[in-house]
């Protein structure tokens, strides 16, 4: 089993920043794809951004230039550095992981960007 804990979320202003952080322990094997998703009120969830274990990342349309997701390998983290956060970024953020196959998911850690 995998469990994947998110950490980081918050309130936030337009305009600021917020690092989200995903540790992974269990039984966790590389190479793997690491992803953060969201989901926003009264919407779908939707991918924000994916990191594979080389290090490539791939984002939504939505979010580039504005969020960056990284990776620490020898940690078993993920992180996502999101800036220049706008009220339509608020939802609860999900780590996810896909492993030969298999898909886990964290509890989600919410953020919210409110004036």
């Known amino acids: 089993q995998v469990q994947l804990v998110e950490s980081g979320g918050g309130l936030v202003q337009p305009g600021g920043s917020l690092r989200l952080s995903c540790a992974a322990s269990?039984?966790?094997?590389?190479?793997?794809?690491m992803d953060w998703y969201r989901q926003a009120p009264g919407k779908q969830r939707e991918l924000v951004a994916t990191i594979t274990s080389n290090g490539r990342a791939n984002y939504a349309d939505s979010v580039k230039g504005r969020f960056t997701i990284s990776r620490d390998n020898f940690a078993n983290t993920v992180y996502l550095q999101m800036n220049s956060l706008k009220p339509e970024d608020t939802a609860v953020y999900y780590c996810h992981e896909n492993q030969w196959g298999a898909d886990y998911w964290g509890k989600g850690t919410l953020v919210t960007v409110s004036s």
């Open positions: 269990g039984s966790i094997f590389i190479p793997n794809i």
